[in-house]
């Protein structure tokens, strides 16, 4: 199944604007506003940074916008080197033999999928451009090796034609998003030549859950051939991050919604009705997707500690908030503690260079006595364990280290020094 340009640059700006739409979130999360900023991608990874760097860019956004606008090709360019670098052979294939797909994103994929769905030994496992599968427990294809040279250049240019196709669509607001074309049409193409009957993610809404969804709608119509896609929750949803959105000005939420979804793997009723609610399209299809309930379960690394163990949930909002209660907690208590900072998240030097193990292998859950966290998947997977977790919301102050303290001495019993 081939594409034509144009349905590319349809497909990729239907990903843009769900990935532009999260960004303007965030910029809202962290009272900003996304215009004044130039709708610069991923706020979340460097907002609250406080660097004079970013303020230049920010203080220069039109001129960024320039510069992206007419050296984008430069960079697409170093793109397409680091997509060979790590093109290790070309992979040939009996495509005929691909019966399921799961495209991995990152390693959370292969962990969830292999939990939640029904896998066998001839499962494709399909990784994006940018998948780093080395570690990977499972031997993972890279979309560039499935295609050939000719093929890489053909996405190269398909790439460059986007890029021109955003900029005449005038929108600010996904004007940058085709930072991720070339590994988006990479995959997309590594995809079209497989042509698997049945695909499987663990993506809810980004640009490679589009991906996937306007790859089946496009086969649907263009063979008549349908394709099996089942999807498989990596982590919670809350409904109040849609009903910001709509607040937003984006009146359904999310500007793409699946509609070809056949099957999902879900924690519950709650989060299954909020999948039905805001991510997935309503009456695109004559029945709703199966739904089948699963838990996923941590492997929880062992740890040799004398002392009690806590571990801190990091993210980059709560730095100054997580280093109080180190501080404080560590003047009071005798305890070892283990700091994981959000998965695409990169943390201070400060963080870094604390007072605790600071994990840096994004699979490694140590097994703690206690767990503080803001609202996070995390939450819930360390309680299924039977972990004692304490939550906090992002704008904590001293009072919650208070009430902590007093937990650890009367609740759990932890002594004081």
């Keep these: 199944m081939k594409l034509n340009i144009d349905d590319y640059c349809t497909h990729f700006l239907k990903a843009a604007r769900n990935q532009?739409?999260?960004?303007?979130?965030?910029?809202?999360?962290?009272?900003?506003?996304?215009?004044?900023?130039?709708?610069?991608?991923?706020?979340?990874?460097?907002?609250?940074?406080k660097t004079k760097f970013i303020g230049f860019?920010?203080?220069?956004?039109?001129?960024?916008?320039?510069?992206?606008?007419?050296?984008?090709?430069?960079?697409f360019i170093l793109k397409l080197i680091m997509i060979l670098s790590r093109r290790k052979g070309r992979v040939a294939l009996s495509v005929s033999l691909v019966d399921k797909l799961v495209l991995v994103v990152c390693n959370r994929t292969l962990e969830v999928v292999k939990q939640a769905a029904p896998i066998d030994e001839e499962t494709f496992w399909l990784a994006v451009p940018n998948f780093d599968n080395t570690n990977s427990p499972l031997k993972c294809v890279n979309a560039q090796s499935v295609l050939t040279f000719f093929e890489l250049l053909m996405a190269f240019y398909i790439t460059l034609r986007v890029h021109l196709y955003l900029i005449k669509e005038n929108d600010p607001s996904v004007f940058f998003q085709s930072y991720t074309a070339l590994d988006w049409i990479v995959t997309y193409m590594a995809l079209s030549k497989i042509n698997p009957s049945t695909l499987v993610t663990a993506e809810h809404h980004?640009?490679?859950?589009?991906?996937?969804?306007?790859?089946?709608?496009?086969?649907?119509?263009?063979?008549?051939?349908?394709?099996?896609?089942?999807?498989?929750?990596?982590?919670?949803?809350?409904?109040?991050?849609?009903?910001?959105?709509?607040?937003?000005?984006?009146?359904?939420?999310?500007?793409?919604?699946?509609?070809?979804?056949?099957?999902i793997y879900t924690y519950n009723a709650d989060q299954f009705n909020i999948f039905k609610c805001h991510i997935l399209k309503k009456d695109a299809r004559g029945a709703e997707p199966l739904c089948m309930f699963y838990e996923y379960k941590l492997r929880l690394s062992n740890?040799?500690?004398?002392?009690?163990?806590?571990?801190?949930?990091?993210?980059?909002?709560?730095?100054?908030f997580h280093l109080n209660l180190l501080?404080?907690?560590?003047?009071?208590?005798?305890?070892?503690?283990?700091?994981?900072?959000?998965?695409?998240?990169?943390?201070?030097?400060?963080?870094?260079?604390?007072?605790?193990?600071?994990?840096?292998?994004?699979?490694?859950?140590?097994?703690?006595?206690?767990?503080?966290?803001?609202?996070?998947?995390?939450?819930?997977?360390?309680r299924a364990l039977g972990v004692k977790v304490i939550e906090h919301d992002f704008q904590s102050t001293d009072l919650f280290v208070d009430e902590l303290m007093h937990t650890l001495e009367n609740e759990l019993r932890w002594k004081k020094f």
């Design 20 to 49: 532009s739409a999260f960004d303007v979130f965030y910029y809202d999360f962290f009272n900003k506003s996304a215009k004044e900023y130039g709708y610069i991608p991923r706020p979340a990874l460097w907002i609250t940074k």
């Design 57 to 75: 860019v920010i203080s220069c956004s039109s001129v960024v916008g320039f510069l992206w606008k007419y050296l984008a090709f430069f960079y």
């Design 206 to 263: 980004d640009r490679w859950a589009v991906l996937l969804d306007t790859y089946c709608e496009h086969r649907k119509k263009s063979t008549q051939d349908q394709v099996n896609l089942i999807l498989v929750q990596h982590g919670l949803e809350f409904a109040a991050t849609y009903e910001k959105m709509a607040m937003l000005g984006y009146p359904e939420g999310l500007p793409y919604k699946l509609e070809n979804l056949n099957c």
């Design 303 to 320: 740890i040799n500690s004398e002392k009690k163990t806590l571990l801190i949930v990091g993210n980059t909002l709560c730095e100054d």
């Design 327 to 382: 501080s404080k907690l560590s003047s009071n208590f005798e305890i070892d503690f283990f700091y994981k900072p959000h998965p695409v998240q990169k943390s201070s030097d400060v963080i870094v260079n604390a007072g605790w193990f600071f994990i840096e292998d994004k699979e490694c859950y140590p097994a703690v006595d206690l767990v503080v966290s803001y609202p996070s998947t995390l939450v819930n997977e360390y």
